[in-house]
């Protein structure tokens, strides 16, 4: 299989802290793995492309320094949300791309951020 | 921007019936995916058809492409309440097999 998993499943944090999500592929290799943020009932806007070994690349409009990731191994990327505020509660997912393989990417199972 | 737009965004059935969704995107694509996604939680991977291909079966799902239209669809036949769920179609841009852009979603409710 091709499992891929994120930690926290859920985080409530005061506004003005950080919050590192870290999304793991448990039993794959993966180069690329991609940070998708998704509001209620809206669709999943890709944020950024996490590189294993360098700097990510950030969709227009997200800010880099706002959310910051890093791509330190093959199976971990971690997005750190910086002085989070309550706009950026959402709901965050993370997927990779497999090593080798062509076009499927697996999915995280999510993580819902609020920021009070 | 979101490159897919899907139709309708609410469908609601009777168990047993035929659900069809449809999803149109702007550009060019090496493939286009569909992805199902239960309330809160995150995306499974349904099925997967590149850009040469027309049609594709998996179980009950038969998935269309139409290039010429840049349209494809989604049917999920004999649908069961278990498959209440969002679909979302995503693709995939010519000459960048990984990246995809997620339609806007149609949110199924099969009623038992």
């Known amino acids: 299989g091709a499992v891929v998993s994120q930690h926290p499943s859920w985080v409530i944090c005061k506004s003005g802290t950080s919050v590192k999500i870290e999304c793991r592929s448990l039993?794959?290799?993966?180069?690329?793995m991609f940070w998708y943020r998704q509001f209620p009932k809206q669709s999943l806007m890709l944020m950024a492309t996490?590189?294993?070994?360098?700097?990510?690349?950030?969709e227009q409009g997200v800010e880099k320094d706002k959310f910051l990731i890093n791509h330190a191994s093959l199976t971990l990327s971690t997005l750190t949300v910086t002085s989070a505020h309550p706009e950026d509660s959402s709901f965050y997912i993370c997927?990779?791309?497999?090593?080798?393989?062509?076009?499927?990417?697996?999915f995280g199972p999510g993580t819902r951020l609020t920021v009070l | 921007s979101q490159q897919g737009e899907e139709d309708p965004q609410a469908l609601s059935i009777q168990e047993g019936e035929n659900a069809t969704m449809n999803c149109s995107y702007k550009t060019s694509i090496n493939n286009l995916q569909w992805y199902r996604q239960n309330s809160g939680r995150g995306l499974v991977h349904l099925i997967l058809i590149r850009s040469n291909e027309r049609e594709k079966h998996s179980g009950r799902l038969r998935v269309t492409l139409d290039t010429s239209k840049k349209s494809s669809s989604l049917l999920i036949t004999a649908s069961r309440a278990a498959d209440t769920a969002s679909y979302f179609c995503a693709t995939a841009p010519s000459g960048s097999a990984r990246q995809l852009t997620f339609g806007s979603g149609t949110q199924l409710t099969v009623l038992p």
């Open positions: 997927s990779a791309h497999k090593l080798a393989s062509t076009d499927t990417q697996y």
């Open positions: 996490s590189n294993e070994g360098s700097k990510a690349t950030y």
């Open positions: 039993d794959f290799q993966a180069t690329t």
